[in-house]
């Protein structure tokens, strides 16, 4: 399910990402009541909180790693694959001593779970290297990164979103 996250021109602090991503790892289902219901949406809280201190340190790095003379990191390949592996342990540890907790641990439950974070970490990385092309217009190299993603209105026939443009992850770079 595709997750859209509205912005005032800045970049989403790390409750967003981080409840954004709970809500898509732990789905409750409408049918889901009483007792059950107050469990799954506490172990749904429960994620969201230990995702956000792993939000936070990614956005940090992410905007470290644009400062000084690091230029080119901007152009440099998204990458979350040193916190993917520790926010499964967190989740999976959220889980325990649930309902849920085997649910966590199954192969085919992990690989999507690794898919949905992967998916909420670029996005992440993504909008602060936006963020900061928004901020630093004489920096050629951020700019060249707001052009692969995003062309100017006028050179997308008017058009806000192209398919050509609106996936980070695109292949057509």
Known sequence: MA???ATDFGPHPPSTYAQATADQICPIDASL???QRIKAEQLRS???ERMMPLFTRLQEA???NLTGDNLEHILSEHDANDISDE???E???AAENTDWGQHYKR???IEAIKFELARMFVTAQHVERLWHADRNPDHEQAQQYRRRYHQPIEENNGSLISESNM???SLNQ
């Open 3 to 5: 997750v859209i996250l």
């Open 33 to 35: 009541m009483g007792d």
């Open 46 to 48: 429960a994620i969201a």
């Open 62 to 64: 992410e905007r470290e």
């Open 87 to 89: 926010a499964v342990l």
């Open 91 to 93: 989740i999976q540890q």
């Open 107 to 109: 192969g085919e439950v």
């Open 167 to 169: 996936n980070p992850l």
